[in-house]
T-cell receptor, first 114, second 111 residues
Framework: EAAVTQSPRNKVAVTGGKVTLSCNQTNNHNNMYWYRQDTGHGLRLIHYSYGAGSTEKGDIPDGYKASRPSQENFSLILELATPSQTSVYFC?????????????FGPGTRLTVL | QQQVRQSPQSLTVWEGETAILNCSYEDSTFNYFPWYQQFPGEGPALLISIRSVSDKKEDGRFTIFFNKREKKLSLHITDSQPGDSATYFCAASESNNRIFFGDGTQLVVKP
């Protein structure tokens, strides 16, 4: 079974602080994704990656950076956190090459920026 | 421009009824349409999917009806159960594995 884990599960940060959200997958999937979920907006793609060393901008990348140091790990970095970044963040992984590959989601990280 | 739209935003049905969740999309190049189910406090998980070459996909109580000409699809949940209460996301993609999600329909099934 696909396994995507996220840490921390909950985070409270201060405005202007740096926040790093981590994601690990044990499926050996090439593709990984970061989404944020807000009421009324569904899932919005922030950054994604096709493999170690690659990061791509999604639909709402402003204020976020991503890092993919290895096949298994994908981080989302908020250099200067703002209250508008308060949200639930989901990481997902998926198989490349499969045209209709399923995405497997982690349990989410609830971030509150005060 | 939002690529995938869902309606209604929320839906309440009684146990045993059929819930109908609607979805439409913009890009005619989309050829794969998964539906994801999300329970509170969890990440979404794939429920059922359909490819654009088909007009219907059935899996137990869950059925997708697809109308390519109108760029619309719907998810029917027959004999709805309280355990089906969740948020359902319609999504669309083409061949590059990038998935576009709708805003979701929150379903409540009352016993």
């Amino acid at each position: 079974e696909a396994a995507v884990t996220q840490s921390p599960r909950n985070k409270v940060a201060v405005t202007g602080g740096k926040v790093t959200l981590s994601c690990n997958q044990t499926n050996n999937h090439n593709n990984m994704y970061w989404y944020r979920q807000d009421t009324g907006h569904g899932l919005r793609l922030i950054h994604y990656s096709y493999g170690a060393g690659s990061t791509e901008k999604g639909d709402i990348p402003d204020g976020y950076k991503a890092s993919r140091p290895s096949q298994e790990n994908f981080s989302l970095i908020l250099e200067l956190a703002t209250p508008s970044q308060t949200s639930v963040y989901f990481c997902a992984s998926g198989d490349a090459g499969g045209a209709h590959a399923e995405q497997f989601f982690g349990p989410g990280t609830r971030l509150t920026v005060l | 421009q939002q690529q995938v739209r869902q309606s209604p935003q929320s839906l309440t049905v009684w146990e045993g009824e059929t819930a109908i969740l609607n979805c439409s999309y913009e890009d005619s190049t989309f050829n794969y349409f998964p539906w994801y189910q999300q329970f509170p406090g969890e990440g979404p998980a794939l429920l059922i999917s359909i490819r654009s070459v088909s007009d219907k996909k059935e899996d137990g109580r869950f059925t997708i009806f697809f109308n390519k000409r109108e760029k619309k699809l719907s998810l029917h949940i027959t004999d709805s159960q309280p355990g089906d209460s969740a948020t359902y996301f319609c999504a669309a993609s083409e061949s590059n594995n990038r998935i576009f999600f709708g805003d979701g329909t929150q379903l409540v099934v009352k016993p």
